[in-house]
T-cell receptor, first 115, second 113 residues
Framework: EAGVAQSPRYKIIEKRQSVAFWCNPISGHATLYWYQQILGQGPKLLIQFQNNGVVDDSQLPKDRFSAERLKGVDSTLKIQPAKLEDSAVYLC?????????????FGQGTRLTVV | AQSVTQLGSHVSVSEGALVLLRCNYSSSVPPYLFWYVQYPNQGLQLLLKYTSAATLVKGINGFEAEFKKSETSFHLTKPSAHMSDAAEYFCAVSGAHAGKSTFGDGTTLTVKP
């Protein structure tokens, strides 16, 4: 079974530029999550989708971050404009559904460096 | 509200020695607890989870953890460390949704030959 795919793996941009990350979840997984992992910290949930609807985006800085999941499959996370403090690894995860007994599978992440 | 505290950002053990990684949680609802492992440049992999069944949970790679409500703890142990166990370990707590978790800041495990 293919895992959660993310691209690009690495991205370096200048502050005030925009950037987009892509995530392809495991086939059939209805729930998709985006996490931000700053160096030295644990992952922090940014947004959760159930199919193509947003379940929770309370931690998403909506003035600069946006995310969508068209057709309930792939998802993109965008930052515009980027700030230095956005440097982090952005992890995508997916699960069959929202239940606690369903495991969330994580992608390898996209490492963003803002200079 | 939920939170996790991992005691010790770095733990070093000798190969063959006991591994003990500490995790304390805070939760206003009955918690579900998880341990994940992250190898360099990789995503997180679930080691084990507690979902209100048995308090002693066995996971992959010989790891286990015990849920102690009175101590609000969920420490991770392994009787004998292997070089391949060197990685970063994260404890996480959630409500009903496994993927919607609050993570601790991680513990880096180093295994010395």
């Amino acid at each position: 079974e293919a895992g959660v795919a993310q691209s690009p793996r690495y991205k370096i941009i200048e502050k005030r530029q925009s950037v987009a990350f892509w995530c392809n979840p495991i086939s059939g997984h209805a729930t998709l999550y985006w996490y931000q992992q700053i160096l030295g910290q644990g992952p922090k949930l940014l947004i959760q989708f159930q199919n193509n609807g947003v379940v929770d985006d309370s931690q998403l800085p909506k003035d600069r971050f946006s995310a969508e999941r068209l057709k309930g499959v792939d998802s993109t996370l965008k930052i515009q404009p980027a700030k230095l403090e956005d440097s982090a690894v952005y992890l995508c995860a997916s699960s069959l559904d929202q239940g606690v007994n369903t495991e969330a599978f994580f992608g390898q992440g996209t490492r963003l460096t803002v200079v | 509200a939920q939170s996790v505290t991992q005691l010790g950002s770095h733990v070093s053990v000798s190969e063959g020695a006991l591994v003990l990684l500490r995790c304390n949680y805070s939760s206003s609802v009955p918690p579900y607890l998880f341990w994940y492992v992250q190898y360099p440049n990789q995503g997180l992999q679930l080691l084990l989870k507690y979902t209100s069944a048995a308090t002693l949970v066995k996971g992959i790679n010989g790891f286990e953890a015990e849920f102690k409500k009175s101590e609000t703890s969920f420490h991770l142990t392994k009787p004998s460390a292997h070089m391949s166990d060197a990685a970063e370990y994260f404890c996480a707590v959630s409500g009903a949704h496994a993927g919607k978790s609050t993570f601790g800041d991680g513990t880096t495990l180093t295994v010395k030959p």
